[in-house]
């Protein structure tokens, strides 16, 4: 699964011991994240995790974007509670794509956990006919014609 990551500052060490803890789920699976928080949970975990823009100068859009082209499967996105103060349009482009696509989000780590225990059992395999051209499905389907990568 393709799963991507953005954590607002005063989120990053809670994403960073939540990664910590699901280190091993994660790991199997092709992870990115805006900036500071790829950089922050790749020295964290040791996971290989794809670092895009940070967040305010483009990350959120470059995910919005792959979002719209079914290119992630699920969503982590620790967000901050003070109320901001003024709309945010990336942040609402954002989930309203994860709605449309129908890609699963988290913006908390309980609903965090109950996606990874989902994806660790099986239960987003449904994303492999919506996402058929991810890496990780490609990998997927040549393990199970007995294609050596």
Same mark, same amino acid.
């Given at each position: 699964?393709?799963?991507?990551?953005? !954590?607002?500052?005063?989120?990053?060490?809670?994403?960073?011991q939540?990664?910590?803890?699901?280190? &091993?789920?994660?790991?199997?699976?092709?992870?990115?994240?805006?900036?500071?928080?790829?950089?922050?949970?790749?020295? !964290?975990?040791?996971?290989?995790i794809?670092?895009?823009l940070?967040g305010? %100068? &483009? &990350?959120?859009?470059?995910?919005?974007?792959?979002?719209?082209?079914?290119?992630?499967?699920?969503?982590?996105?620790?967000?901050?509670?003070?109320?901001?103060? $003024?709309?945010?349009? !990336?942040?609402?482009?954002?989930?309203?794509?994860?709605?449309?696509? %129908?890609?699963?989000?988290?913006?908390?780590?309980?609903t965090?956990?109950?996606?990874?225990? !989902?994806?660790?059992?099986?239960?987003?395999?449904?994303?492999?006919?919506? %996402?058929?051209?991810?890496e990780?499905?490609?990998?997927?389907?040549?393990?199970?014609? &007995?294609? $050596?990568?």
């Amino acid at each position: 699964m393709e799963i991507a990551i953005i !954590a607002d500052d005063t989120r990053k060490e809670l994403m960073t011991q939540f990664c910590i803890a699901y280190c &091993g789920i994660l790991s199997k699976h092709n992870i990115c994240a805006t900036g500071k928080t790829a950089a922050v949970l790749a020295d !964290a975990t040791g996971l290989k995790i794809e670092q895009l823009l940070p967040g305010s %100068n &483009g &990350g959120e859009q470059q995910i919005t974007s792959r979002i719209a082209y079914n290119e992630i499967d699920i969503l982590l996105y620790f967000r901050g509670t003070n109320p901001k103060p $003024k709309f945010d349009e !990336a942040e609402y482009h954002l989930l309203r794509m994860c709605d449309v696509h %129908n890609v699963p989000v988290a913006t908390n780590i309980a609903t965090a956990e109950v996606l990874i225990r !989902a994806l660790e059992r099986g239960d987003l395999d449904w994303r492999e006919i919506v %996402n058929p051209r991810s890496e990780y499905n490609r990998r997927k389907r040549r393990a199970a014609q &007995g294609i $050596k990568t």
